[in-house]
């Protein structure tokens, strides 16, 4: 039906006239799809074919970090096909296991016959994906995408954008009866995880408005997808134990408070035999700079000169890949100071680190940390976010001592935190206001003492006001 009638046609000196009247009975016909509005989550992945062909397409996948002390480190995704496809090649990526023979002995063997399989990247169910080393994103043949080849590495947004994403590309063969350009269906099951670093729920895949790329040759021209959907994944409650661990130390007292016994969790066979109930010994601060196989002489030689009670068997280890000493350094009556100390005493080398720590009560007063750079995060409440300057954002594996005698190195960095006393009045270093409340490293919660040092040597729970401590000190104490 036209949108208006056009009558009285007339021709003078080479132009044409025409009257036309809008049709009050046109209807404007929208051959639009309306889509789910994307989400906001921890991270996003979006899913967005790039090109389609009747038995195959192009898709790229991208991952993006949304959380402000979020992160990924070396980063692994799965997802689970549908309806038998494979992997034919990737860009920005690649998967564990190529497994041709689930091809050549399954439908797709069967239906495509003269494909050569020993060159598909994947022919799994459920493949397992990981980002390229930095020494691939130039290479042309496997790399040149935006965002990929870092290691594995999706840093948070607020320690540097760019560096918040990864992407890849892969080409997907399809099978019967889905056999032209439009017919399109996204991997289902998504998970992702890191080294190290929280755990992420993903929910399934959401059609969403086509994605919008800028073009790749350098235009202002917007190119999109042919189609696109969302996949949310939030940090998820941690079910069982952390990764990491803390422990609290103090120059008014000798002691230090290690790590929980079994932080990590314990091993379920141990020799020699150790209790993974027994608290955790009291050690002397040395202690701290070794492997803890190599605690026990000191922790025993420091309770017996303590008169600390040696429990038989001794606690166990608390098995953490990285601790964190947090140590009050000073108080006075304008301020007070902490330092931190990073140990890395697992095999895996972290690359632009940071550690976020909340603080209730002595967050207000933070004035600077020296060797690391401290940014306060927006939207987290008494939250400080710190990471290395430039050299010393690198935290090292633990390596070997200088013989074969002496015991393991970790990789190690520190810095000391200052703090005034202006904005936090009445604030008790003493009683344990100078120690965070949780603390993160790379994104993951780690594992608190339950006790602060205290002024008198001895040690208070953290669950408890300080005068009722001190009236029942004796309940408190560890032996």
């Given at each position: 039906?036209?949108?208006?009638?056009?009558?009285n046609?007339?021709?003078?000196?080479?132009?044409?006239?025409?009257?036309?009247?809008?049709?009050p009975?046109?209807?404007?016909?929208v051959n639009?799809?309306?889509?789910?509005?994307?989400q906001?989550?921890?991270?996003?992945?979006?899913?967005?074919?790039?090109?389609?062909?009747?038995?195959?397409?192009?898709?790229?996948?991208?991952?993006?970090?949304?959380n402000?002390?979020?992160?990924?480190?070396?980063?692994k995704?799965?997802?689970?096909?549908?309806r038998?496809?494979?992997?034919?090649?990737?860009?920005g990526?690649e998967?564990?296991?190529q497994?041709?023979?689930?091809?050549?002995?399954?439908?797709?063997?069967?239906?495509?016959?003269?494909m050569?399989f020993?060159?598909?990247?994947?022919?799994?169910?459920?493949?397992?994906?990981?980002?390229?080393?930095?020494?691939?994103a130039?290479?042309?043949?496997v790399?040149?995408?935006?965002?990929?080849?870092?290691?594995?590495?999706?840093?948070?947004?607020?320690?540097d954008?760019?560096?918040?994403k990864?992407?890849?590309?892969?080409?997907?063969?399809?099978?019967?009866?889905?056999?032209?350009?439009?017919?399109?269906?996204?991997?289902?099951?998504?998970?992702?995880?890191?080294?190290?670093n929280p755990?992420?729920?993903?929910?399934?895949?959401?059609?969403?408005?086509?994605?919008?790329?800028?073009?790749?040759?350098?235009?202002?021209?917007?190119?999109?997808?042919?189609?696109?959907?969302?996949?949310?994944?939030?940090?998820?409650?941690?079910?069982?134990?952390p990764?990491?661990?803390?422990?609290f130390?103090a120059y008014?007292?000798?002691?230090?408070?290690?790590?929980?016994?079994?932080?990590?969790g314990?091993p379920?066979?141990i020799k020699?035999?150790?209790?993974?109930?027994?608290?955790?010994?009291?050690?002397?601060?040395s202690?701290?700079?070794?492997?803890?196989q190599?605690?026990?002489?000191?922790?025993i030689?420091?309770?017996?000169?303590q008169?600390?009670?040696i429990?038989?068997?001794l606690?166990c280890?608390?098995?953490?890949?990285?601790s964190?000493?947090?140590?009050?350094?000073?108080?006075y009556?304008?301020?007070?100071?902490?330092?931190l100390?990073?140990?890395?005493?697992?095999?895996?080398?972290?690359?632009?680190?940071?550690?976020?720590?909340e603080m209730?009560?002595?967050?207000?007063?933070?004035?600077?940390?020296?060797?690391?750079?401290?940014?306060?995060?927006?939207?987290?409440?008494?939250?400080?976010?710190?990471?290395?300057?430039?050299?010393?954002?690198y935290?090292?594996?633990?390596?070997?001592?200088?013989?074969?005698y002496?015991?393991?190195?970790?990789?190690?960095?520190?810095?000391?935190?200052?703090?005034?006393k202006?904005?936090?009045?009445?604030?008790?270093?003493?009683?344990?206001?100078?120690?965070?409340?949780?603390?993160?490293?790379?994104?993951e919660?780690?594992?608190l003492?339950?006790?602060?040092?205290?002024?008198a040597?001895?040690?208070?729970?953290?669950n408890?006001?300080?005068l009722?401590?001190?009236?029942?000190?004796?309940?408190?104490?560890?032996?």
């Open positions: 039906m036209p949108q208006a009638f056009c009558y046609v007339a021709f003078a000196e080479g132009f044409m006239e025409v009257c036309c009247k809008k049709d009975k046109f209807v404007t016909v639009a799809t309306k889509f789910l509005p994307r906001e989550g921890d991270l996003t992945i979006s899913y967005d074919v790039t090109q389609a062909f009747e038995s195959n397409y192009w898709a790229q996948v991208t991952i993006s970090n949304e402000p002390i979020g992160r990924l480190d070396y980063w995704l799965s997802w689970e096909w549908q038998g496809e494979f992997i034919q090649a990737m860009k990526a998967t564990l296991e497994s041709q023979s689930d091809c050549i002995d399954g439908a797709a063997g069967a239906f495509y016959q003269s050569d020993s060159t598909v990247m994947s022919c799994e169910k459920v493949p397992t994906i990981v980002d390229l080393s930095q020494y691939q130039n290479n042309t043949a790399g040149k995408i935006q965002y990929c080849c870092r290691n594995g590495t999706i840093l948070p947004p607020i320690i954008p760019s560096k918040s990864s992407a890849f590309q892969l080409q997907v063969y399809k099978l019967p009866p889905d056999l032209n350009r439009t017919t399109l269906f996204p991997p289902l099951n998504w998970k992702i995880n890191g080294i190290l755990d992420y729920q993903c929910g399934q895949p959401r059609r969403v408005d086509p994605t919008e790329f800028p073009d790749p040759s350098g235009t202002q021209r917007t190119l999109s997808a042919i189609a696109s959907w969302q996949i949310v994944c939030n940090i998820s409650t941690k079910i069982g134990k990764r990491c661990c803390v422990s130390s008014f007292n000798e002691s230090v408070i290690p790590c929980q016994t079994c932080a990590c314990c379920s066979s020699p035999a150790c209790s993974p109930k027994e608290p955790a010994m009291l050690l002397p601060s202690a701290l700079l070794v492997p803890f190599n605690r026990t002489a000191k922790a030689a420091w309770a017996r000169m008169h600390f009670p429990p038989q068997p606690p280890g608390d098995y953490c890949g990285v964190v000493n947090w140590h009050v350094y000073s108080d009556s304008k301020g007070w100071s902490a330092r100390t990073l140990f890395n005493w697992g095999a895996t080398e972290f690359a632009n680190w940071f550690v976020a720590v209730d009560k002595a967050f207000a007063g933070y004035q600077d940390v020296y060797s690391f750079n401290g940014t306060k995060v927006p939207g987290l409440k008494n939250t400080l976010l710190m990471q290395g300057n430039e050299g010393l954002n935290l090292n594996a633990e390596t070997n001592g200088s013989t074969p002496d015991p393991r190195i970790p990789g190690k960095q520190q810095s000391v935190i200052s703090f005034t202006k904005l936090t009045p009445g604030i008790d270093i003493v009683a344990g206001d100078g120690y965070p409340t949780k603390l993160f490293f790379n994104g919660e780690c594992s003492p339950d006790f602060f040092p205290s002024g040597g001895h040690v208070v729970s953290r408890f006001p300080l009722l401590v001190a009236s029942m000190f004796f309940f408190l104490v560890i032996l």
